[in-house]
């Protein structure tokens, strides 16, 4: 192209040549030859305000999201609410500390501060034996200076422990359940009973009673482990109260023992005697060093 004679006007020199686009979100910026804006980044955002929201894209580019979201407040408790509603001012509270502890009294709910309990003159106090017991070892320590025997009601057993027996062996043979041994204390009466291992299941219960069988009571008793030889026997423990009144001299308590197993039922009866115990007054001896080293027990 020509603008005169002699003279020719040169045309614009190019610009340095831009790589081919890979994304078409780049299209845009082919229009214009300067750098790329920077994108910002999003400040962080100050306790207890939303952050702000973000720019919008450019071009293609997909809107941003936050990450980050505030996480949502709890909701006051009822003091709290009633103070908002009613509009009263708030007092300062010290660092650390908080308004809602509060402290109430019994007589504030409308109920009382004390509690009376009456007690009758003619009331005898229901003490256990055992601690009559040792009141009356302190007693007679302060007195006398030898070994003390006194005696104390208790239940008796009237027969000795069949596992002591030399024929316990040909009895369990005999009839698949026998009584081993009977413990009596301020508890109740405690036992072991040894059954043969018929079956895996099998059931062993007492059978008690304090009126001479006029009316009984049974209580369950709990495997303990087996015994004998190869695990042919097993072991069982049971246990009963006694009743206060029981405790009266001459008083009689009868039990038998009773194993079901493979759909049959088995009773250990002392052979039609029953097992029984007694109410007696038992003569303990006790030396003196024993005695001085009771009342520890009392702290």
Known sequence: MFSGLGSAVQPPALGPRKPAPRSLSCLSDLDSGAAREPRLCRPPASPGHAPPPPPAPSGCDPRLRPIIQRRARSLPSSPERRQKATGAPRAACRPGWSQQHRVRFADALGLE?????????????????HVLSRLAINSDLCCSGQDLEFTLQCLVPDFLPPIEAADFGERLARQLVCLERVTCSDLGISGTVRVRNVAFEKQVAVRYTFSNWRSTHEAVAKWRGPAGSEG???VFAFGFPVPPYVLALGSCVYFALRYRVAGAEYWDNNEGRDYSLTCRNHALHMPRGECEESWIHFI
């Open 232 to 234: 042919t026997e097993d």
């Open 113 to 129: 501060l004390t509690q009376v309990k009456v007690f009758n003159a003619g009331d005898d106090p229901s003490v256990p034996l």
